[in-house]
């Protein structure tokens, strides 16, 4: 069973900086494409940020190009995903998903076969 931790959530003020981290059991994480999710309150669950097992290949939704960066460090079997110029809209509880879907990188909920519990952001205006 593959499990997923994830890390770094917490309150900051609008334009402000938080960095997340999933942390994978065992060596799953090498092997796997790893993606952020998030859902809002009386929202669908969205798809933020997906990396390649490589590491080499990355996508991000458009609501946060230019301000999210997902990157991974396989050493550590971890995904993270650096959020600056935070906006209110971006407050959400944030999922790290893993899925056995190597290429083409996986970008919907249902290609991911594992998740973690989430962690909570909230910008505040």
């Known amino acids: 069973q593959v499990q997923l931790v994830e890390s770094g959530g917490g309150l900051v003020q609008a334009g402000g900086s938080l960095r997340l981290s999933c942390a994978a059991s065992?060596?799953?994480?090498?092997?796997?494409?790893t993606a952020w999710f998030r859902q809002a309150p009386g929202k669908e669950r969205e798809f933020v940020a997906a990396?390649?097992?490589?590491?080499?290949?990355?996508y991000h939704t458009d609501s946060v190009k230019g301000r999210f960066t997902i990157s991974r460090d396989n050493a550590k079997n971890t995904v993270y995903l650096q959020m600056n110029s935070l906006k209110p809209e971006d407050t959400a509880v944030y999922y790290c998903?893993?899925?056995?879907?190597?290429?083409?990188?996986?970008?919907?909920?249902?290609?991911?076969?594992?998740w973690g519990r989430g962690t909570q952001v909230t910008v505040s205006s």
């Open positions: 998903a893993a899925s056995n879907v190597i290429a083409p990188l996986p970008r919907r909920g249902d290609e991911y076969n594992y």
């Open positions: 065992a060596r799953t994480n090498s092997s796997y494409s």
């Open positions: 990396v390649s097992w490589s590491g080499h290949v990355t």
